[in-house]
């Protein structure tokens, strides 16, 4: 997914994200927000170590993540109604590109921008700055969504 779909009249998003797990662990994936829930769906297991996976499962609660991340399934590892969300997180130091989401004890930190260790090769300095600008875009929206899907509940 290389593009993200923003529809401010239904009030949804569907973008391209990343799941954060300890310093190095990432996964690409995807995160919806629509109808008044957060949704985020994994793409396989991307740069994530054994000791990421069995942490990811714990968390989630759900029979065999770890396998069928490392299959490359998709795998959706949260799908939260907004309202039900403890915490929505959108920390300065990820500049607009990140955010933490939590719900019943459950955090998940999740980026906007394509962190270094998933990219392959030299990339050039107009791809940094797409993905920078996306990113905090999406970050933007998500929060806004957020948000506005909050103050009506």
């Known amino acids: 997914m290389a593009q993200s779909r923003y529809n401010e009249s239904k009030q949804s998003l569907l973008c391209e994200a990343w799941l954060l797990v300890g310093l190095s662990g990432s996964t690409s994936g995807s995160l919806r927000i629509a109808n008044g829930r957060i949704a985020f769906t994994a793409r396989g297991c991307g740069a994530l170590s054994r000791r990421h996976l069995r942490r990811i499962e714990r968390m989630c609660a759900l029979p065999d993540v770890a396998d069928r991340l490392r299959q490359n399934h ?52 107009g791809e940094i700055l797409r993905n920078l600008r996306s990113g905090r875009a999406n970050g933007r929206v998500c929060r806004h969504l957020l948000m506005a899907a909050r103050s009506q509940s």
């Open 74 to 125: 998709h795998v959706t590892l949260f799908d939260w109604k907004i309202a039900d969300l403890d915490n929505a997180v959108f920390p300065w130091y990820y500049f607009g590109g990140g955010a933490h989401f939590a719900s019943d004890g459950v955090r998940f930190r999740i980026s906007f921008l394509r962190p270094q260790n998933t990219v392959a090769g030299h990339v050039g300095m």
